[in-house]
C-alpha cells in the first residue's frame, strides 16, 4: 500500500504541473453537475404543483376575476393562487379515480382509496372511515380548462429544464475537452522523461533487462497510465462530484429517503478496497506476461537467422506459446472479477433500494410525507447517482493496471544514471594509463586482475588473448561504460572517474566488430546529425577509408536511404561507414574492436593502407583475433583470465617464444596449410 501511495503522489506531481487546465475542468464539472442537479428539483415542481396540483382545493371566485377557470356558469380558482386575505367563496374539488377526473362541489374531509358508482364518488381512508360525495366527471375539455392557468409556467419550466441539459452538455463537453488534452501533455511529459532518463542509464542496467522490455516500459505502459488520467481520474472526479451534489439534493428534497440512500457511499468504498485487493496481484503479473511477451517477439525478430538456421521455430514458439498462456489465464481471472464486481451487482443495490423505498411509500410509511413528485426525483437521483458508480466501478481494472504500469516506470525512472553535462572538453593529447586496475562485471567474479600499461600519444595498443580474457572489458572501462572496483584510469595524467562520461567520450571514436547503423542516409549515419560534422568532413572521412567511391556509386551517393541496422548494405560497407564514422568526429583516442573481423579480403585491404594513415597523431586500441593484422602495433598487450602475461612489440614478443608467439604460429600455420595468406610470415618491417 505504502508503494501505491508514493506510486500516486509521483503521479499527482505529474498532473499538478498542468494545474491550470485541469482545475478549470473541474470547475467545469461542477458547474455541469449542477445544471443536471437542478433538472429533477424543476421535474418534481411541474409533477407536484402544476401537473397532480389540479388536486389542490378550488375556490369559487368573482364574475369578474379573469385568472379564474369557468365552470358550469362559475369561476374557480386554486387554492395556490389566492392573494393573502383575499375572500375566497365555496370549497371545491377535482379528484382523479383511475383515468377519469370528477369535480366535486364540496369540502373533502379525508383523502384515501377513491372508487366511482354512477354519480357517486366514495373515499375510504386506511383507519375504515368512509366518506360519499356527489361528483360529476369532467369531459376534456373541461379538465383542459382547469390546467390552462398552468401551460404558460409549464411552458417556460420545460424551456428551463431543455437550457440546464444544454448548458451541462456544455460544461461537460469543456472539462473532458480540457482533461484530456492534459492527460495527453502529461503523458507527453512522462514519455520524454522516461525516453530521456533511458539515455542516461549506465550500460550495465541494458545487460540485465532486454531491449523489448525497456520499449513495454517507454510504449505499453506510459499508454495505461495515460489512460488513468483520461478515463479513471475522469470519471473519479465526476463520479465523486455527482454523488456528493446528488446526497446534498438529496436531503434538501426529503432528508429521509437521503438517510436510506447514504449507506452506497461506504457500501461502494469497501467494494472498491475487496476489488483492488485481488486485481492488484492479478495486474501485476499481466504487466510483467506482457513485457516478457514483447521481450520474446524483439529476440526473435532479432535471431530470426539463427532460429531458422538451427530450427528453434517449435521451441521458440512453445517459449512463446507458455507467456502467452500465463498471460491468457490472469486475463481471464480479471475478467471474472470485473464480472462479478460489474454494474451488474450495482442494479442489484439499486433496485433493492428502490424495493426498499417502493414498500415503504406504498406501505403508507412515506405516504404522508412524501409526493409523487418528490419520489420521481429521488428515482431520477438515484438513477444519476447509480451512473457514476457504474463509471467508477468499471474503470477499476484500469486504474489497477494503471498503477501497476505507473510502478514499473517509476522504477525505470529511479534506476540511478548519468547527468547529462553540457560544454566541451579540450581535446586531449592521448595519452593513456591504467595504474593496478581490478574489475568484475559481479562483485565476486575478477574479470580483470592489477592491470597496468601506458599508450602514449599516437601509438597503437593490441589486446590479444583468448575469448573472456578481458580484452573488451579494458575498452569498457576507458569509455566508462563501466568503473573499476580498484585502480585508476588517466587519460593525459588526469583521472577519468573525475571527468563527466558525455565530456570524456567527446575525443574518443569506436568501431565495433557488429557496426551499428541508424535508420537514415549513409551520410546522416557518419555525422549522426551532427552539425559540426559538416558535409565536407563526411566525404573526408570516406575518402580517408577508402570508401568514397563505392559509396558514391549508388543511386543516392552518399544519400542513399538505410533502413533498420542497415540490412541492405554489405557487412563490408557497415563497418566502412563505422570506420568513417569514428574518423569524422577527429578522435584523439580510437578504439577498434575486432573492427576487420567481419570484413572481406579485398575490404581490408582498404581499411588497413588507410589506417596506417589515420593512426598518426591518435592513441589506437586494437582488439584482433587475426594476429596479422596487429603486427605493425607499438605495443602488444596478450592477456590470459584477465591479467596481462606478456607485452610487447611483435618482434619482443616472438623472441620471448611464450604465448604470443604460438598463438601467432598457430594461425600463420593454420594460413599457409589454407593458401590464403602467405603474407603472415613475411617479416615484420623495420622500426
Not at 396540483?53 to 385568472?67: L, N, R, V
Not at 512522462?190 to 532486454?210: C, G, I, S
Not at 568526429?585 to 581499411?607: G, K, R, Y
Request: one cysteine or more; charged letters at 20%; aromatic letters at 10%.
Amino acid at each position: 500500500m505504502k508503494k501505491t501511495n508514493r506510486t500516486g503522489a509521483r503521479l499527482f506531481q505529474y498532473a499538478w504541473g498542468f494545474k491550470r487546465p485541469i482545475l478549470i475542468a473541474l470547475a467545469l464539472l461542477t458547474l455541469a453537475v449542477c445544471a443536471e442537479m437542478a433538472g429533477p428539483l424543476i421535474a418534481k415542481r411541474m409533477i407536484d404543483r402544476h401537473i397532480l396540483g389540479i388536486e389542490f382545493a378550488w375556490y369559487e371566485a368573482s364574475p369578474g376575476d379573469t385568472a379564474a377557470v369557468p365552470y358550469d356558469g362559475k369561476r374557480y380558482k386554486r387554492s395556490d393562487h389566492w392573494a393573502e386575505g383575499e375572500a375566497k367563496g365555496p370549497e371545491a374539488h377535482v379528484l382523479q379515480v383511475g383515468r377519469s377526473y370528477y369535480f366535486v362541489a364540496e369540502p373533502l374531509a379525508f383523502d384515501g382509496r377513491r372508487s366511482v358508482e354512477g354519480e357517486r364518488l366514495t373515499v375510504r381512508s386506511q383507519d375504515g372511515r368512509e366518506a360519499a360525495y356527489t361528483a360529476k366527471q369532467l369531459t376534456a375539455a373541461e379538465l383542459f380548462g382547469f390546467y390552462r392557468p398552468e401551460l404558460s409556467v409549464l411552458l417556460v419550466l420545460a424551456v428551463c429544464y431543455f437550457g440546464l441539459l444544454v448548458l451541462s452538455a456544455l460544461f461537460t463537453y469543456g472539462q473532458r475537452y480540457l482533461l484530456q488534452t492534459s492527460a495527453n501533455r502529461i503523458i507527453a511529459r512522462m514519455r520524454t522523461d522516461v525516453f530521456a532518463h533511458v539515455q542516461r542509464l549506465p550500460v550495465p542496467y541494458f545487460d540485465n533487462l532486454p531491449a523489448g522490455k525497456v520499449v513495454s516500459r517507454i510504449t505499453n505502459d506510459t499508454e495505461s497510465v495515460r489512460e488513468l488520467y483520461v478515463n479513471v481520474l475522469a470519471n473519479f472526479f465526476s463520479g465523486i462530484i455527482y454523488m456528493g451534489a446528488i446526497l446534498g439534493a438529496l436531503f434538501l428534497l426529503n432528508p429521509t429517503l437521503a438517510v436510506i440512500a447514504l449507506p452506497m457511499l461506504p457500501l461502494t468504498y469497501v467494494w472498491i478496497l475487496v476489488y483492488r485487493r485481488f486485481a492488484a496481484a492479478y495486474n501485476r503479473v499481466i504487466r510483467a506476461r506482457l513485457s516478457d511477451i514483447n521481450g520474446i517477439i524483439n529476440e526473435s525478430i532479432q535471431g530470426m537467422p539463427i532460429i531458422r538456421a538451427f530450427r528453434r521455430q517449435k521451441h521458440t514458439m512453445n517459449e512463446f506459446e507458455r507467456l502467452n498462456g500465463e498471460y491468457f489465464a490472469y486475463q481471464n481471472k480479471m475478467l471474472n472479477l470485473n464480472s462479478i464486481t460489474s454494474h451488474n451487482l450495482v442494479n442489484v443495490f439499486r433496485n433493492i433500494i428502490f424495493l426498499i423505498v417502493i414498500w415503504m411509500f406504498g406501505g403508507q410509511y412515506l405516504g404522508p410525507l412524501v409526493t409523487v413528485g418528490v419520489l420521481y426525483a429521488f428515482v431520477d437521483y438515484m438513477n444519476r447517482m447509480f451512473q457514476p458508480i457504474v463509471g467508477i466501478v468499471n474503470q477499476l481494472s484500469n486504474l489497477e493496471t494503471a498503477l501497476v504500469s505507473a510502478e514499473r516506470v517509476f522504477e525505470l525512472l529511479d534506476e540511478e544514471g548519468t547527468d547529462v553535462v553540457s560544454g566541451k572538453l579540450e581535446r586531449y593529447r592521448g595519452d593513456v594509463s591504467f595504474e593496478g586496475v581490478h574489475f568484475a562485471y559481479k562483485n565476486d567474479e575478477m574479470v580483470l586482475q592489477d592491470i597496468s600499461f601506458e599508450a602514449k600519444q599516437g601509438e597503437t595498443v593490441a589486446l590479444i588473448g583468448h575469448t573472456g580474457s578481458g580484452k573488451s572489458s579494458i575498452l569498457n572501462l576507458l569509455f566508462r561504460f563501466y568503473d573499476p572496483q580498484r585502480g585508476t584510469i588517466r587519460i593525459d595524467g588526469r583521472d577519468i572517474s573525475g571527468i563527466p562520461r558525455q565530456l570524456l567520450r567527446q575525443h574518443m571514436g569506436i568501431v565495433l566488430q557488429d557496426p551499428f547503423l541508424f535508420t537514415g542516409t549513409i551520410a546522416s549515419n557518419i555525422s549522426l546529425n551532427d552539425p559540426a560534422v559538416t558535409r565536407d568532413r563526411v566525404e573526408q572521412a570516406l575518402r580517408d577509408v577508402g570508401a568514397y567511391d563505392m559509396f558514391m556509386s549508388l543511386p543516392g551517393g552518399i544519400d542513399e536511404p538505410v533502413i533498420e541496422k542497415g540490412s541492405t548494405l554489405s557487412a563490408g560497407q557497415r563497418q566502412l561507414i563505422s570506420f568513417a564514422r569514428a574518423l569524422a568526429f577527429d578522435p584523439a583516442i580510437l578504439i577498434l574492436d575486432e573492427a576487420t573481423a567481419s570484413i572481406d579480403t579485398e575490404t581490408e585491404a582498404v581499411i588497413q593502407n588507410a589506417l596506417d594513415v589515420l593512426k598518426q597523431g591518435r592513441t589506437t586500441f586494437v582488439i584482433a583475433h587475426r594476429l596479422s593484422t596487429i603486427r605493425s602495433a607499438d605495443q602488444i598487450l596478450v592477456l590470459d583470465h584477465g591479467r596481462i602475461v606478456e607485452r610487447g612489440n611483435h618482434e619482443e614478443l616472438m623472441r620471448l617464444q611464450g604465448k604470443y608467439d604460438q598463438m601467432y604460429r598457430l594461425q600463420a600455420g593454420e594460413a599457409l596449410a589454407d593458401g590464403t595468406n602467405d603474407a603472415v610470415l613475411r617479416p615484420a618491417p623495420a622500426r
